[in-house]
C-alpha cells in the first residue's frame, strides 16, 4: 500500500460517513460515491461528522460515477446488503489488481465459505448473492473482512451524527496475518478507530452475528425497542434459544464466540432504549437485510445439516412480514 492511499467509501450512509469523515480528518485522500440530495451535500459541504460534541466537515471527493473516480487502493463498502448485488456491478472501476476491497456489511457476507479449506468450503450463500453476481463483480482474494461496532445515524445528506462505538476489527478471510491486513489495520489505527488485525475476522463477524439475528428479526415482527423485547420474559427465552442455536452451530464450523448467549443479550439490554437497524428501515420504508442477517445463517444451518427450528421459525415470520410490507426485494 503507497503511504498516501487513494480510498472510497461506497455508501454515504451513517457508517460510511463516519468512516469517511474520520479518515479524511487524518489527512487521507478520501472520495465517496452517492448520489442525489447526499452527493449534492457532499460537494457543497464536504463529509461533516458530529462525534464526540464536535463538528468536523472534511473536504472529499464525491460522484456519482465510479469510473470517473478510478481505481482505488481501498474500496470500504457500507451500502445494505439488498442493494449490494447491482452496487458490486456498478462499482468494477474502483478495483485495480491490488485494490484492497472491505465489505463492512451486517450479517454473513457472500464470501464466507468460498475457500475451499473451511468448513461447508466452495458453498455459495444463495440467500446473499442468489445469482453469483458479487462473487463475478468482486474478486474474493482482494476481499479483506471487516467487522463495524459503532452506533451512527444521518440526521441530513452529508451529515453523520456518531453515538458509540469506535471499533473496526479486520481480517484475512483465510484466517491468519498477512501484511495488507496489518497496513490497513494501521491505516484505521491512525485515523483513531480502534482497529486490530484479527487472526479469525470470521469468528469476530459470527460473535457480532449473535445479535443482529436475533434483536434485528425480532423488531421487525413486533415493532419494540431492544429493552422492551428482552425484558419481556417470553421473547428473553426465545433469545436465548435462538442465541444457543446460533453459538452451537458456530462451534460446528470452527467459527467459537467468546460470549455465551445470557451474557450477549445481556449486554444489550445494558445499551438501554434502542432501535435496531432494521426497524429503523421498517420504519423509512427502505428493504431490510433479513437474508443477510438470518437466511443466511438458516441456509448455513442447513448446509451443516444442524437443526435450529427457533431460528428457522423467526426467519420464516420475519419475512413473510416483509413481504406484507412491500420491504422484501426478493
Known amino acids: 500500500m503507497t503511504d498516501h492511499p487513494r480510498i472510497c467509501i461506497v455508501g454515504a450512509g451513517a457508517i460510511g460517513g463516519?468512516?469517511?469523515?474520520?479518515?479524511?480528518?487524518?489527512?487521507?485522500?478520501?472520495?465517496?460515491?452517492?448520489?442525489?440530495?447526499?452527493?449534492?451535500?457532499?460537494?457543497?459541504?464536504?463529509?461533516?461528522?458530529?462525534?464526540?460534541?464536535?463538528?468536523?466537515?472534511s473536504p472529499v471527493r464525491a460522484s456519482d460515477d465510479a469510473q470517473a473516480l478510478g481505481p482505488q487502493d481501498v474500496v470500504v463498502i457500507t451500502v445494505k446488503a439488498p442493494a449490494l448485488p447491482d452496487v458490486a456491478r456498478a462499482i468494477r472501476p474502483l478495483v485495480g489488481a491490488d485494490t484492497v476491497v472491505?465489505?463492512?456489511?451486517?450479517?454473513?457476507?457472500?464470501?464466507?465459505?468460498?475457500?475451499?479449506?473451511l468448513p461447508l468450503g466452495g458453498t455459495r450463500l444463495r440467500s446473499v448473492d442468489p445469482d453469483g453476481s458479487i462473487e463475478a463483480s468482486l474478486p474474493v482474494d482482494q476481499v479483506l473482512g471487516a467487522v463495524v461496532f459503532a452506533s451512527a445515524s444521518t440526521p441530513e445528506p452529508g451529515l453523520t451524527r456518531h453515538a458509540s462505538g469506535n471499533r473496526i476489527v479486520l481480517g484475512e478471510p483465510k484466517g491468519g496475518t498477512?501484511?495488507?491486513?496489518?497496513?490497513?489495520?494501521?491505516?484505521?489505527?491512525?485515523?483513531?478507530?480502534?482497529?486490530?488485525a484479527s487472526e479469525n475476522v470470521r469468528a469476530d463477524i459470527w460473535t457480532k452475528?449473535?445479535?443482529?439475528?436475533?434483536?434485528?428479526?425480532?423488531?421487525?415482527?413486533?415493532?419494540?425497542?431492544?429493552?422492551?423485547?428482552?425484558?419481556?420474559?417470553?421473547?428473553?427465552?426465545?433469545?436465548?434459544?435462538?442465541?444457543?442455536?446460533?453459538l452451537a452451530l458456530g462451534t460446528r464450523l470452527g467459527l467459537p464466540a467468546q460470549?455465551?448467549?445470557?451474557?450477549?443479550?445481556?449486554?444489550?439490554?445494558?445499551?438501554?432504549?434502542?432501535?435496531?437497524?432494521?426497524?429503523q428501515d421498517v420504519e423509512a420504508g427502505r428493504p431490510v437485510e433479513i437474508d443477510s442477517i438470518l437466511g443466511a445463517l438458516v441456509e448455513t444451518a442447513a448446509a451443516a445439516q444442524f437443526p435450529t427450528p427457533t431460528l428457522d421459525t423467526v426467519y420464516a415470520l420475519a419475512r413473510m412480514r416483509a413481504q406484507t410490507l412491500g420491504l422484501y426485494p426478493g
Not at 469517511?20 to 478520501?30: C, P
Request: net charge neutral; with cysteine; aromatic share 8%.
Open 178 to 196: 498477512s501484511e495488507r491486513a496489518s497496513a490497513v489495520a494501521a491505516l484505521f489505527t491512525q485515523a483513531g478507530f480502534d482497529a486490530p
Open 102 to 117: 472491505i465489505p463492512a456489511l451486517n450479517g454473513i457476507p457472500w464470501w464466507f465459505f468460498l475457500d475451499a479449506g
Open 18 to 57: 463516519f468512516v469517511a469523515g474520520r479518515l479524511a480528518q487524518a489527512g487521507n485522500d478520501v472520495s465517496l460515491l452517492a448520489r442525489g440530495r447526499t452527493l449534492e451535500a457532499l460537494r457543497e459541504h464536504g463529509q461533516r461528522l458530529d462525534s464526540a460534541g464536535k463538528l468536523v466537515a
Open 209 to 246: 452475528l449473535l445479535g443482529n439475528a436475533c434483536f434485528n428479526p425480532a423488531s421487525l415482527l413486533t415493532g419494540a425497542y431492544t429493552d422492551d423485547m428482552i425484558d419481556d420474559p417470553r421473547l428473553h427465552g426465545r433469545f436465548v434459544a435462538m442465541m444457543d442455536e446460533a
Open 259 to 279: 460470549v455465551e448467549s445470557r451474557g450477549r443479550i445481556a449486554f444489550t439490554r445494558g445499551l438501554g432504549h434502542i432501535k435496531t437497524s432494521m426497524l
